[in-house]
Nanobody, 115 residues
Framework: QVQFVESGGGLVQPGGSLRLSCAASGSIVSLYRLGWFRQAPGNQRELVASITGDGNTDYEDSVKGRFAISRDYFKNTVILQMNNLVPEDTAIYFC?????????WGPGTQVIVSS
């Protein structure tokens, strides 16, 4: 069973940056399209960025130009570099496959953007 563990969240001021990391068990980083999702209070979980097995990326419109997704094959991790953060980015961030393959969701990592 594949497991995901997210880290790197925290409290940051508007305009600041955070670097999120998702550690995946097993060598799946190169096998599947992987994505970063987020869920704000009262909202549904949404996909914000994804990366395919051969490195093609895609972003939700509100994060284009500010977020960058990448992978580290050797460490089996997926990275989300978030720059120029805004309060609307406040959410719990998760990673998983895209589309879902039935793997459990990890605990997520909390991102709070506030002055």
């Amino acid at each position: 069973q594949v497991q995901f563990v997210e880290s790197g969240g925290g409290l940051v001021q508007p305009g600041g940056s955070l670097r999120l990391s998702c550690a995946a068990s097993g060598s799946i980083v190169s096998l599947y399209r992987l994505g970063w999702f987020r869920q704000a209070p009262g909202n549904q979980r949404e996909l914000v960025a994804s990366i395919t097995g051969d490195g093609n990326t895609d972003y939700e419109d509100s994060v284009k130009g500010r977020f960058a997704i990448s992978r580290d094959y050797f460490k089996n991790t997926v990275i989300l570099q978030m720059n120029n953060l805004v309060p609307e980015d406040t959410a719990i961030y998760f990673c998983n496959t895209v589309p879902g393959l039935g793997f459990s969701w990890g605990p997520g990592t909390q991102v709070i953007v506030s002055s």
